[in-house]
Every structure is written in C-alpha cells, then in structure tokens.
C-alpha cells in the first residue's frame, strides 16, 4: 500500500534526452510535411484564417495546462502510436501525389498526433487530446467547399440584412446577392459572407467549450451557437451598413467605418458567446457563477517534498523517431521521378475557325496566369450563326501536384461575384446530329452550372480531362492524378470550361444547344493539344 501511495505522489520530470528526441521530431515533421506548412502559412495571409498563426501556441497552451496531471504519469509510450505517425506519413505521400494540400496539411496533425501518443502512451494521451484536436482549426476548408459556403452565407445574410434594413421603413430591393437602395446599390461580396468571423469565432467557442466546466450537452451548444450566432450579427452589420448609406452617403460601405464596423460586430459576437455561457451555467441543478463554470486556472506545482522520477524515452518513441527520420531521408535524399509529359502541341496553333464557329483569342491578365499557374492554355471567344458568343477556355497543366492544379469553377465562380443558381451532370452528344445512343466516346459527360450577376444569367459547362478520361467529380480527379502518378509517373490533365450567356427572355434550352453545338465541333480539334483525350 505504501509503495502505491508513493507512486501517485511522485513527480516525472523529462530527461535532457527527451527534449533533444522532441526537437528532432519537429524538425523532422517540419522536412516531411514542408510544402503542406508553407501552404498554411500562405493560407494564413487571407483574414478568413489569419488566426492560424495563433492556433499552435493556443494548443501548446492547453497541453502546458494539463502539466500538474501530466506530471503525475509515467509516460509508457504506445505502439498505436507509432501506427498512427506511419499513417500520417503514407496519408502525406499520397496528398503530395494527389496535389492536394489539405491531405498533406491533415497528415502533419496526425503525425504529430501519432509522434506524441508514441511518448506519453494512452492514459497521458486523453488528458492532452483536446489540445492537439485544436490543431486541426489551423487547416482551411477545402475550397470548393469554401466556395459553396461563402456563397451560401452571401445569400443568407443579404436576405437577413435586407429584412433589418426594412425594419426602418427604408425601401429596398433585393436581387441575388445585391442590394438595391434606389439610388446606389450595394453587392454583399465574398468578403461579406461572414467568413472572417466564422472560423475564428468557431474556435475560440471550441476552446470555450473545452474550459466550460458543465455537462457535454452544454458545451456543445457553445460550440455549435457560433453558427448562427456569426450568421445573424453580420447580416445586422449589413442591414447597419445599408441603413447608414441611406442616411449618411457611400462613405457609410467602405473606408475605415466599414472595417471598424466589422471589428465591432466580433467583439458583439464574442461578448453574446460568453454571455451564452453565463445563462448555460445557470441552468440545472449544477449552477456555478462564471468564474466557477470557466475553469481558467493556473496548473498547480507539485510540492517540494514530492519525489522526483526522471522520464526515460519509451521504446516506441524511438521506433516513431526512427520512422520520420527514414521518411525524411527519403524526401531530402530521394529525387522524385520526373512525370512523363506526352508530346503535344501549343494552344497558340489551335484553330479559330470551326464549322459554323469563327473565334478570336482573349488572353488572360498577367495577375490571372500567375495565380492559374498553367503551363498552357487557351481562351477564345468565338460566335456562330446567331452571334451569341460562347467564351473556350483550356488551362493544361503538364504535372499536377499540390503547386500546379486546375482551379475548379465551383470555387471561382462565387470568386468572381457570380451566384450558383443549380449545378448538375449532363451528356453532351458530339456525333453532331447523329443520336448519341452509338459508338463509345461519341458522348461525355459535362457539369452544367447556370450562374446569374444581377440581371445576367450564363450557361457553364466543365469538365476535366485526365489522361483519357472526362471527369466531372472534383475528388476522383485528384484519386486519379494519386493513382497514375504511382502507377504511370504521369499526371498531365487540363481543365475544360464554355461558358455563353443567357440573354434575358431567351429559353435556357437554346443556350444548351448553343454549346453542345460548339462542343461537338470543338472537341475533335482538342487532340493534339490535351495528350490521351478520348476516353
């Protein structure tokens, strides 16, 4: 009985070994998962997620809050540790082969996971949990779902903002995302889509949440009101912004006022979270007063009589070291094979003039083809028999990886001020008047997207074409960028979007039919310019 009570009082200290092994670890990680953290960093710069920066002092802070508990425990180590650092390794080859750096940016939070239940074993490993949990906050979105986030926040809160501005007698009229005062009207553009307050407001309430001492039922509410709660202050922020352009001018929507009015409306929706927490911790028999409910507290020191027991490195620690010094051999001292790129020709000798379509090129800004990052492209706009133009473009992208690939036209579409009114899958027929019942490869398989600005309505069609295939689905275009780079060291492929307007009172039907003729004349021409094209 004795030798158990001296074991609970006793206080592990890590040995110098420990922290030189930890150091090793991170520098390890940070050579494995390079391209993903210089990705983070760029992420960073954007106001969405310029908190990111804070996220991993934020987590090391709430490890270092666990230290009193944690250094009451021998650290054992885990096997499953070290499967679970392995994972995260395997999980970041196959995000650097599939380019995309989301994979590789949640594969360094499961090595690091994996590297630490490896040190400190399963029983340290649940009381420091939540605090490498918090790692993932530091991970963007993915950005098609960005983009169908942002542009349905854009919605919701011009709808919401209006209702405000209507509160007040005002007139106002609302179109898509634009709010029309009469005299001026304002556009509730990207960056007005609540975003910025989001993110950062679904942390802090996750690290309320954490430190909130009531039942789980309570701490999820905190976690999951900052949805609505963000969603309804910034639609107040735009209703506030149209009620003060009303009054007071233009000025009112930009300027220093509009961003002051944006830092005000976080600091209401940090102030409502925390009021949200008082009223919780007084409902129910468990009632606490605030300071009780936000366990906030310093770790307790041990005292000085308690014995001291130096942490030794567990044995699978060791094998996890081992394992990321391999992979990080392999990523420094490995060249990576060079993709075979097919022979193809340039898209400055692609033809302008097709049956019944006569086009003229359109090149892109300069800042465009930096931030596509193609290695060929065309755009062209070319008009048939009705004049109606249908706007070609091909971005081709000789090596896909988590630098170079296509930006998919659900994220940039929003990007550009255009509102996602449906999205589907259609069959376009290219034997040209022949039924498309018939011969393999006379049909393809397109994403159809009718978009709308204001009054103006347009008919997209896109789709990827990947070494032989027509893909519509953004997740198996990068499955299969993965697996051919591992199977044929060849990840070529382009990005293929028409777009033609949809002039107001015309039927969507005639627009349809303008581009599956344009596609069917088109498509044959592509070739010689986008290797391996027919399916």
């Known amino acids: 009985m004795a030798t158990v009570m001296h074991q609970e009082a006793a206080v592990w200290k890590p040995s110098p070994g420990i922290w030189a092994a930890l150091l090793a670890v991170a520098a390890l990680v940070a050579v494995i998962f390079a391209d993903g953290i210089l990705n983070l960093f760029d992420v960073w710069q954007q106001e969405e997620y310029s908190y990111g920066y804070l996220i991993p002092f934020i987590a090391l802070y709430l490890a270092w809050q666990r230290r009193d508990a944690l250094a009451r425990i021998p650290f054992e180590g885990s096997w499953a540790g070290v499967g679970v650092c392995a994972l995260g390794v395997l999980l970041g080859v196959a995000g650097e082969l599939s380019a995309v750096y989301i994979i590789v940016q949640y594969a360094l939070v499961l090595a690091i996971a994996g590297a630490v239940l490896a040190l400190v074993g399963a029983r340290a490993f649940r009381e420091i949990r939540m605090a490498l949990l918090t790692l993932l906050f530091m991970v963007p979105l993915p950005g ?48 007005c889509s609540g975003l910025r307050y989001l993110f950062p407001l679904m942390t802090f309430g996750f690290i309320l949440a954490y430190f909130f001492r009531a039942p789980w039922w309570k701490r999820a509410i905190v976690f999951v009101s900052t949805v609505p ?36 409306i976080f600091m209401a929706c940090t102030v409502i979270l925390l009021g949200e927490i008082w009223l919780l911790a007084r409902i129910g028999p468990d009632r606490r007063r605030f300071g009780e409910a936000l366990n906030l507290r310093a770790p307790r020191t041990a005292s000085e009589d308690a014995a001291v027991n130096l942490r030794l490195i567990p044995a699978p620690f060791l094998a996890a070291l081992g394992l990321l010094a391999a992979a990080a051999a392999v990523t420094l001292l490995v060249p990576r094979s060079a993709d075979s790129v097919p022979p193809r020709r340039d898209f400055a000798e692609f033809p302008l003039t097709l049956p019944g379509w006569q086009g003229r090129f359109d090149p892109l800004d300069a800042a465009y083809i930096g931030s596509l990052n193609f290695d060929d492209y065309i755009m062209a706009n070319y008009a048939g028999a009705d004049r109606t133009p249908v706007n070609f473009y091909v971005g081709y992208y000789a090596s896909q990886n988590t630098q170079k690939v296509p930006h998919s036209p659900r994220a940039c579409i929003p990007a550009g001020g255009w509102e996602i009114m449906s999205l589907s899958q259609r069959v376009v027929d290219l034997s040209d008047g022949a039924p498309a019942i018939g011969a393999a490869g006379r049909a393809i398989a397109v994403n159809s997207v009718i978009i709308q600005k204001g009054k103006d309505r347009q008919l997209v069609y896109y789709w990827f074409q990947q070494r032989g295939r027509v893909l519509t689905n953004e997740f198996l275009v990068k499955w299969f960028i993965f697996w051919d780079e591992l199977t044929q060291h060849r990840s070529d492929g382009a990005l293929i979007r028409v777009v033609t307007p949809i002039p107001e009172g015309s039927a969507i039907q005639a627009a349809h039919d303008r581009l599956r003729d344009f596609v069917a004349k088109a498509y044959p021409q592509l070739d010689p310019f986008v290797p391996g094209l027919r399916p």
């Open 144 to 191: 098609f779902i960005y983009g169908d986030l942002s542009n349905r926040l854009q919605l919701v809160s011009s709808q919401l903002g209006v209702w405000v501005i209507q509160l007040f007698g005002i007139s106002v009229y609302l179109e898509g995302n634009v709010i029309d005062l009469g005299a001026l009207k304002l556009q509730v553009v990207e960056a």
């Open 229 to 264: 709660i963000t969603i309804l202050m910034n639609s107040f922020r735009i209703g506030a912004i149209g009620i003060l352009v009303e009054y007071f001018g233009e000025p009112m929507a930009r300027g220093f006022l509009h961003d002051f009015e944006g830092w005000a």
